[in-house]
């Protein structure tokens, strides 16, 4: 069936450092993909997202790129905050309709 | 404009105890989502619907869970009797329309519940 893979986590930077969370997807038709974010305390948000293969979502400095070919949506961002320290979610949406799938959720602390 | 508002946020009660959680949609929300999020695991969804109507409980135990959202606004999701493994935060969402507008869904702060 539909499913999302991602790296398990936390990860743990340095302030500045360079930042990847793989995600891989498995699914049968032509998906959606989908970034969320979970501040501390907070409810998940919505960070990025790619509805087609090549697309590249970008938000607050993150990007993800859609690869048909690996099946993959690695999160990445160039110079990582404190303020970024939060559990990410790799999601898709099989089809239109379809209900959405998150992946396990990858937790990240960043150091000062 | 106000996020989606949940109570209560922590709950702990005793098995085979009944609990009830509140949810309340950004306003103007047609589709309302529960979700369930055991530690560790990304949230699962629970049951979906479009104003007042059920559109996906697949999911939904429903022996013991049951949800309802009288007049298309507000949601109450119910466990009775609870388990042991019902320990989860139970997410709402909700999200404008189907369509172009599916995908983006606004999550409240979710309600922790622990069953002892």
């Known amino acids: 069936g539909d499913s999302v893979t991602q790296m398990e986590g936390p990860v743990t930077l340095s302030e500045e450092a360079f930042l990847t969370i793989n995600c891989t997807y498995t699914?049968?038709?032509?998906?959606?993909l989908f970034w969320y974010v979970q501040y501390p305390g907070e409810g998940l948000q919505l960070l990025l997202k790619?509805?087609?293969?090549?697309d590249k979502g970008s938000n607050k400095g993150f990007e993800a790129t859609y690869r048909k070919e690996t099946t993959s949506f690695h999160l990445e961002k160039g110079s990582v905050q404190v303020s970024d320290s939060a559990v990410y979610f790799c999601a898709l949406i099989p089809n239109r309709d379809d209900k959405i799938i998150f992946g396990k959720g990858t937790r990240l602390h960043i150091l000062p | 404009e106000a996020g989606v508002a949940q109570s209560p946020r922590y709950k702990i009660i005793e098995k085979r105890q009944s609990v009830a959680f509140w949810c309340n949609p950004i306003s103007g929300h047609a589709t309302l989502y529960w979700y369930q999020q055991i530690l560790g695991q990304g949230p699962k969804l629970l049951i979906q619907?479009?104003?007042?109507?059920?559109?996906?409980d697949s999911q939904l135990p429903k022996d013991r869970f049951s949800a309802e959202r009288l007049k298309g606004v507000d949601s109450t999701l119910k466990i009775q009797p609870a388990k042991l493994e019902d320990s989860a935060v139970y997410l709402c969402a909700s999200s404008l329309d189907f369509g172009e507008f599916q995908e983006t869904q606004y999550f409240g702060p979710g309600t922790r519940l622990l069953v002892l």
């Open positions: 790619a509805t087609k293969a090549d």
């Open positions: 619907f479009q104003n007042n109507g059920v559109v996906d």
């Open positions: 699914a049968t038709g032509y998906p959606s």
